[in-house]
Nanobody, 121 residues
Framework: QVQLVESGGGLVQAGGSLRLSCAAS??????MGWFRQAPGKGREFVAQ????????SYADSVKGRFTISRDNAKNTVYLQMTSVKPEDTAVYYC????????????????WGQGTQVTVSS
């Protein structure tokens, strides 16, 4: 049974840092990513990374502030968030696919339950 379990969310002040983790079980994945959804908004792409770890892409809104990485031995993907802003407040979801996919939610096959990130001003 495939499971994605996020952790690391919480309350952080603007300008601070936070690291999210997503531990996968049941199989390995070629592409792993992070999406987020703020209240009243749709789910938006944040970052994704491929198995090799040398191909990462980011949403323009987080480029230069967030870093995605993965530890294939642990089947875990991370999202290091720095210089966070109040507009980063959202539920963050881990997603995974056994294929090479575009940074689009509909192309991902598996999802975690989400972890809340709240940035105070």
């Amino acid at each position: 049974q495939v499971q994605l379990v996020e952790s690391g969310g919480g309350l952080v002040q603007a300008g601070g840092s936070l690291r999210l983790s997503c531990a996968a079980s049941g199989r390995t994945f070629t592409t792993m990513g992070w999406f987020r959804q703020a209240p009243g908004k749709g789910r938006e792409f944040v970052a994704q990374i491929r198995w090799s770890g040398d191909s990462a892409s980011y949403a323009d809104s987080v480029k230069g502030r967030f870093t995605i990485s993965r530890d294939n031995a642990k089947n875990t993907v991370y999202l290091q968030m720095t210089s966070v802003k109040p507009e980063d407040t959202a539920v963050y979801y881990c997603a995974a696919s056994p294929r090479v996919v575009a940074p689009v939610a509909l192309q991902y096959d598996y999802w975690g339950q989400g972890t809340q990130v709240t940035v105070s001003s």
